[in-house]
């Protein structure tokens, strides 16, 4: 059935008025696009309030510092400020300037941040390092050009602390430091606003064009079967609620099975363009054209009666008329809105009701809903009035009729957009295992083309795939139950060199309860999967990066965090954890004292024993490095991993004093690997204690202080050769 537009002609012009503009379909993208500002603005400012905190406690620890009251009085405003506008982040975040306030908070906080520094001391603050944050934090969410600012401003902030330092030359180094950890930061920050930035273009682009296929019938142009019914209803409300006429034309082409018999399907093909060309032609600027279903279509005319559209019908059934010489005619359907059920089912039924009376006519006619006396007729088609009865029965019939094509035009509307999809597989592959349909994109999976592969086994077309995929395919059909979440890869012919990833799912499909045969659909999630190896490459990059900013701090431990990594690897290898696992470990032992940028350097490096209140200070780093990750957007595993390595079986350890269990398996396994490298390796307070001493500890402590499974594994690599401790670290 077609759904045809309205003629251009001098009394329909007469009757109508400027219709109502299209509603544009954003398919939520504006919903997502605040609930994702709500909770970036929402977790800024809950961060801003946990660093307020944080520096508070700073403060409060080490009373005996510059402007300590004044430092505690502005930390505290921060963090009460911070907390006091969580309440209208919701507001903020509907408004057009959210992204300039974004900014702007981010400048304030440094700005703060610098004179929290300047007031503790100058360059030797370790304050300077939370510059960092606002640009890391402005990464997420502002333009690329407001990030290129946030970096600018935190350099020139640390330029500014460094002149009023009037002690800045015996802290050259410690600037350097703190100069090179804040410009690798925002490098990284840049990086990643910059590419977050093209991946919303992408997206935007990719977005577009989907909602385009997703409303359009990509045969005729018209709006397909899902687009034209969500416009159908909307109209059906604007005139129920202005008592407003509405009309309704349904077109089916007559006889098109037998036309596509005789003259082939490219030939039905180029005749239901034609009708759905001559539908736009003759349709005004806001009547509403689709393709419903197979050979049908259908038309809502806004602001028009029923006569109205009714005389539309008889003039576009002559004109549609033998088309061609082919013998090409179209049976229309008409019917107005009812204002006793003023629905969209009503009068879709009601016009589909009178489009069967004209079928019954004789077709290649139009026919609406109210007739009394039949469906208009060619007066060399005389025809009986029909009886009460047989009216109805066809009315009967219509019905179920209706509700037929009605299922059988969804099913077929739910095939196009899968055949007709860039970045969706799809197939039909009978009891037999030969493929009965597929798209496109299944196909250059398969490596060749539609017209090659139908009719052959997928094993012929697809060898490289069958003895994975077979068995899944004999499973599905034996059991009934769907297989999903099936991952392949590999090249694709119509994008060479580049290299795919897709997302199989096999579903049954079912006649009178028995499987008959399988639905294959794929989805291309290779853009996901680089994005996932993006991530992982920008994170080993911050890990990198930090980790070099601590043994820039503590050149006694250069190379520490390295080997205590290496020896953790070997470690969760003979454990026989799991690869992600063991690259988490791998993660967190490499930056595991991270926490200690926060403890001043002449503690570090000191060659005597420290004090209680120097100890208190470092025992801190696993706190403090574990809140830097969280913030940074690092896994909680590894933050925890960091927070617990100094954590011992026997609840001896510190921050929390845990104990057994409630160590992670990669804390338990970083904390030997510490211990060990520590005692092998020289270190100010003391010389290096060799190998062999290391490992007698590790052994001594075996099952009290240290994972008994962690450290026979240990003992095991050393003793079989395979990890030289004495080598490890030369």
């Known amino acids: 059935m077609a759904i045809l537009a309205l003629p251009r002609s001098p009394d329909v012009a007469q009757a109508s008025v400027p219709g109502p503009p299209r509603p544009s379909f954003d398919f939520g993208r504006d919903r997502d696009e605040q609930r994702f500002w709500d909770f970036y603005l929402r977790s800024s400012f809950i961060v801003q309030a946990g660093e307020s905190a944080g520096v508070l406690g700073y403060l409060l620890l080490s009373p005996n510092g510059p402007h300590r009251l004044a430092l505690e009085m502005v930390v505290g405003l921060v963090a009460v400020a911070s907390l006091a506008v969580l309440p209208w982040v919701g507001r903020i975040g509907k408004r057009a300037w959210r992204s300039e306030f974004s900014l702007c908070m981010a400048l304030l906080s440094g700005a703060v941040v610098a004179m929290c520094a300047v007031l503790d001391g100058g360059v030797d603050s370790p304050l300077l390092f939370l510059l960092a944050l606002p640009v890391a934090n402005a990464a997420l969410g502002v333009a690329v050009w407001a990030e290129w600012v946030c970096v600018g401003a935190a350099l020139l902030e640390v330029t500014v602390v460094a002149v009023s330092d009037p002690h800045i030359t015996s802290s050259v180094d410690y600037l350097v430091v703190v100069g090179s950890f804040l410009t690798g930061a925002g490098l990284l920050a840049l990086g990643w606003a910059i590419n977050r930035s093209r991946g919303e273009k992408r997206q935007a682009i990719m977005f577009d064009e989907l909602v385009r296929l997703a409303l359009t019938d990509t045969l005729t142009g018209c709006l397909n079967h899902g687009a034209f019914f969500e416009r159908l209803e909307s109209e059906v409300d604007r005139a129920a609620r202005l008592s407003e006429p ?16 005789t003259h082939g399907h490219l030939a039905g093909d180029d005749a239901l363009c034609w009708v759905g060309a001559a539908a736009k032609r003759s349709s005004r600027s806001y009547d509403i054209v689709g393709r419903v279903g197979g050979d049908e279509f259908a038309v809502v005319l806004p602001n028009t009666a029923l006569p109205t559209a009714r005389g539309v019908a008889d003039r576009m059934c002559k004109a549609l008329e033998g088309r061609d010489g082919r013998g090409v005619t179209v049976s229309i359907g008409a019917a107005a809105l009812n204002s006793s059920e003023p629905t969209s089912k009503r009068l879709f039924r009601d016009a589909d009701s009178a489009l069967y009376r004209a079928k019954a006519g004789g077709r290649a006619r139009a026919a609406s809903r109210l007739d009394t006396d039949g469906p208009s007729r060619r007066a060399d088609r005389p025809s009986a009035a029909p009886t009460a009865e047989l ?84 499973t599905v059909l034996e059991t009934g139950s769907a297989l999903t979440n099936l991952e392949i890869t590999g090249e694709v012919a119509l994008d060479p060199g580049r290299r795919h990833y897709w997302l199989v799912h096999l579903y049954p499909v079912r006649a009178h309860g028995d499987p008959t045969g399988i639905c294959v659909v794929a989805l291309d999630i290779t853009d996901r999967k680089e994005l996932e190896d993006h991530q992982v490459s920008t994170t080993r990059s911050v890990v ?9 701090r503590d050149p006694y431990t250069d190379g520490h965090q390295q080997r205590v990594a290496e020896i953790s690897v070997a470690i969760a290898s003979e454990l026989g954890l799991g690869a992600q696992e063991i690259d988490r470990i791998d993660l967190a032992a490499r930056i595991h004292d991270v926490g200690k940028l926060a403890v001043p350097a002449e503690v570090l490096a000191r060659p005597g024993r420290l004090s209680e209140a120097e100890m208190a200070l470092v025992r801190e780093h696993p706190q403090r490095g574990s809140a830097m990750l969280e913030r940074g957007g690092i896994s909680n595993e590894v933050a925890e991993m960091i927070l617990q390595h100094h954590e011992r079986m026997d609840g001896s350890g510190y921050p929390n004093g845990l104990a057994g269990d409630k160590i992670s398996i990669g804390a338990r396994i970083v904390a030997v690997a510490d211990v060990v490298e520590a005692m092998a390796s020289h270190r100010p307070y003391r010389a290096a204690l060799g190998a062999e001493v290391a490992v007698k500890e590790i052994e001594r402590g075996s099952g009290t202080v240290y994972d008994p499974d962690v450290a026979a594994a240990l003992l095991r690599l050393f003793r079989a050769g395979r990890l030289s401790l004495s080598t490890a670290w030369s």
């Open 246 to 261: 509405l009309s309704l034309l349904v077109v089916d082409l007559d006889l098109f099975k037998a036309f596509n018999d």
């Open 391 to 474: 009216l109805a029965d066809l009315r009967l019939a219509d019905e179920r009729l209706l509700e037929a094509r009605t299922t059988v035009g969804e099913a077929w509307a739910i095939l196009d957009a899968l055949e007709t999809a860039d970045s969706v597989g799809f197939a039909f592959v009978g009891p037999d295992f030969r493929i009965l349909r597929i798209n496109s994109v299944w196909a250059a999976v398969n490596g060749g083309t539609v017209a090659d592969q139908l009719g052959r086994t997928v094993a012929e077309v697809a060898p490289h795939l069958w003895p994975r995929f077979g068995p899944a395919y004999q």
């Open 544 to 552: 990198a990066a930090l980790a070099a900013a601590v043994e820039a």
